[in-house]
């Protein structure tokens, strides 16, 4: 509770006594550190806070580490550089594998080693040291920090953010509650801030305004500061007398992520080291917390959202990492009876990177013919044309997702995780790149690569390449064929693999 206080007279002095009262779980406290009032006095460099019992310089905890993707406890922060708090710091992974200098990530030696962080960037503290310099000038930040250390040039970007950093944020917060069930239930709680360090918040929402969206629905009760907010916390802390602590912090960083060759040098993606490194400490339903919340907020109905709980006692997939078991097929043959078959096209037409138009005409053709043929449902739709909430409600009843290579086949984040989810990816004749496809396998999705008339699938994948063309606006596809291939794909055929 905060109160006003003034003496009598012309020159009133103003004093604010803050009181508060324990809440549930929380460390108990003296009467006497739970009302008392901010002194009178002019505060200088050495005088010093009044410091609550828990306000101390507690040392700094490594709970879990994924080069880019780690959650610490009590990370310290003052005049905008981290600091670890150990005795120990040959102990503890290289710093580089925690957080970069957040310079763009370009590939040149020089822009490599300009991504390197510095002293000022993270550093080390003994406990003796950080006695010295802040003594109990500790200011505690409660709850948990979600802290982006990125680059701008990914950020206002729907797959770059909420497909990757994002995800692998999501991916290793998850990590710490492996009973996470098919209705996304869950122990963990909501994030209280997101730290944007590069970024303010009119450029982040200007290009993808479905990426704040994600955040604010998702984790309503969540802060947002940006590089504004970072700036002034440094500003308060910049002669290093005192110290922000933050509690609980996950730390996402791109840059940190590149800088061992087996992430992402097998798979090219930002978010493998997240996903790998947490294997064995995750749930099959570690996302549907996500997308069950982005959907409830977007308005989708209960029965849509649920439609995982269909094949809950499942536990196999068809992403190609293994050879499907009999009761696999026996779960896949009867699937389509289960829940109602929805195939939704997202055009391109009106962008660059899109298909020939007499063969799309072709290709939206077939497939209308092949779902008024099955009695399934088709959506052909132009995602720019549609509000949030629709576009999430298209996404949250598809069965299969078909496009060519594009931002919005980012929208497979919210397919329901069912025996059939499948990703049909256009590209270029021997072009093929692993956003999508890397995305939709770690969610238990099928992938399929398709060029002209022929598709493929993991682990039989082309190689990435961008051949001249790839960006272009004549990529060929065979109407017929692809029609062809959705209707296997639903019927149970799948593609045959070396070896099955």
Do not use: C
């Not at 994600?214 to 002669?239: H, K």
């Not at 049909?424 to 399929?448: C, Q, S």
């Amino acid at each position: 509770m905060l109160q006003q206080k003034s003496d009598q007279g012309d020159d009133p002095a103003w004093r604010w006594s803050f009181s508060w009262q324990s809440s549930e779980g929380r460390r108990s406290t003296s009467p006497a550190s739970d009302n008392y009032q901010f002194p009178l006095a002019p505060q200088t460099v050495n005088s010093p806070i009044p410091a609550r019992p828990e306000d101390a310089l507690l040392p700094t905890k490594l709970e879990s580490h994924q080069q880019g993707w780690n959650i610490l406890e009590n990370v310290y922060m003052a005049n905008s550089t981290l600091y670890f708090l150990t005795d120990e710091p040959e102990k503890w992974p290289k710093l580089n594998l925690f957080t970069s200098s957040g310079y763009p990530l370009k590939w040149s030696d020089a822009d490599k080693k300009a991504r390197e962080p510095s002293e000022w960037d993270i550093a080390f503290i003994s406990p003796k040291e950080a006695k010295a310099r802040w003594g109990t000038r500790v200011m505690p930040v409660r709850g948990w920090t979600f802290y982006v250390n990125e680059p701008n040039q990914f950020l206002g970007h729907y797959y770059h953010w909420v497909g990757e950093t994002f995800f692998a944020m999501q991916r290793v917060y998850a990590s710490l509650d492996p009973e996470i069930d098919v209705k996304g239930s869950t122990k963990l709680p909501h994030p209280s801030r997101f730290v944007f360090r590069h970024i303010d918040y009119p450029e982040w929402i200007k290009w993808a305004p479905i990426n704040w969206r994600v955040i604010q629905t998702l984790y309503p009760s969540a802060a947002v500061e940006t590089a504004s907010q970072w700036e002034q916390r440094g500003n308060i802390t910049r002669d290093n007398r005192s110290v922000w602590r933050f509690d609980q912090i996950l730390m996402a960083d791109r840059g940190a992520s590149f800088r061992e060759q087996l992430h992402p040098g097998r798979n090219h993606r930002t978010a493998s080291s997240a996903w790998e490194g947490t294997l064995n400490s995750s749930s099959r339903f570690w996302w549907e917390p996500v997308r069950r919340g982005v959907l409830r907020a977007a308005g989708v109905g209960e029965d849509v959202i649920d439609r995982p709980s269909i094949w809950a006692n499942w536990r196999g997939s068809f992403t190609g990492d293994q050879k499907p078991s009999q009761n696999d097929m026996a779960v896949l043959e009867k699937a389509q009876t289960l829940a109602p078959v929805v195939i939704s096209y997202i055009s391109r037409q009106r962008v660059r990177r899109r298909m020939i138009d007499a063969d799309e005409a072709l290709f939206v053709k077939s497939v209308k013919e092949l779902t008024t043929r099955r009695k399934w449902k088709f959506n052909h739709v132009f995602m720019e044309e549609l509000t949030p909430e629709q576009q999430l409600a298209i996404a949250a009843e598809t069965t299969i997702m078909i496009g060519v290579h594009g931002n919005g086949l980012t929208h497979l984040l919210w397919m329901p995780l069912t025996p059939l989810t499948t990703v049909m990816e256009i590209f270029y004749p021997e072009g093929f790149a692993k956003d999508y496809e890397w995305t939709a396998r770690v969610l238990g999705f099928t992938h399929y690569a398709i060029q002209n008339d022929t598709a493929y699938t993991h682990p039989t994948e082309p190689k990435v390449n961008y051949p001249k063309g790839f960006q272009g606006t004549t990529i060929p596809i065979h109407g017929p064929a692809v029609a062809k291939i959705i209707e296997d794909r639903i019927d149970g055929r799948l593609l045959p693999q070396p070896g099955w």
